[in-house]
């Protein structure tokens, strides 16, 4: 572990944070309970998070969990106690999870999820709102809070983007669990690896970002993404032509310019 951990992280029941190589890896680490989700997890996941944002000696971030279930979604004991909310507490707890989604979605870093079993409700959601995804083939996804009678809210607004409505429609409605490949071809993960060389193949995929792409540009990148959706056509224009324009004027530009016509190989 290169980096010296707060106290705060330190003090993690749930979650484990080290940063290596450049890559700050974030681990769920319930796996008794089959890394569920509740509200102390996500606070946890957020402070995580957080960290790893501000870690200077971080370039890109992995989420990843311990056990053989990457997650299960909520918490049984929690969903039971949900119970007994009112609609003042069930607001602030989904808004609690709202925040954990829209941080990942928007962080300045690039999120790797690395999904070595099944990701479900919840958890499906933590490897979809990831931006990039590998999973091991025998790795199950599914939304299947409608057999509850619940819906899956949050997620449906990050899905709607990632794999359109049709997609979104097939997954939520039904509430089918679909193998690994099916959530490949829908666009939901974005690679397959073996049980056996996922850890390798995600680290090794982690360190080619790092060496070869500058920081700032994948940080400007993401937010152009993010934030392109939401604009109309001649506005949403604009703005990628305005991104254009302070890239070219950044030190980032100047330098990938300059090695790329005297033919050196740039270090990032």
Known sequence: MENLLTPELEALRYIRYEAQ???????LNRPDKRNALNADVVTELKQAFDYAEDDESVKVIVLRAAGDVF????????????????????LEDSTHLMQLFHQIYTLKKVVIGQVQGHALAGGCGLAAICDLTFA?????????????????????????????EARTKQLLLSGDVVTAQTALDMGLITFLASKEELAATVHA????????????????????LARLPELPLEEGLRYAAQRNAEARGSEDCRKGIAAFLNKEKIGW
Do not use: H, W
């Not at 190589?21 to 681990?27: K, L, M, P, S």
């Not at 091991?136 to 359109?164: D, H, M, N, Q």
């Not at 982690?206 to 937010?223: D, F, P, W």
């Open 21 to 27: 190589d450049r890559i700050g890896y974030i681990t």
């Open 71 to 90: 997650c299960a979604g909520a918490d049984l004991a929690y969903i039971q106690d949900l119970q007994g909310f009112g609609y003042t507490d069930n």
């Open 136 to 164: 091991v083939p025998e790795a199950k996804f599914g939304y299947t809070e409608v057999k509850i009678g619940f819906i899956p809210a949050i997620v449906s607004v990050f899905l709607l983007r990632k794999i359109g």
């Open 205 to 224: 995929y982690a360190q080619r970002l790092c060496r070869e792409n500058s920081a700032q540009s994948m940080e400007v990148t993401k937010e152009m």
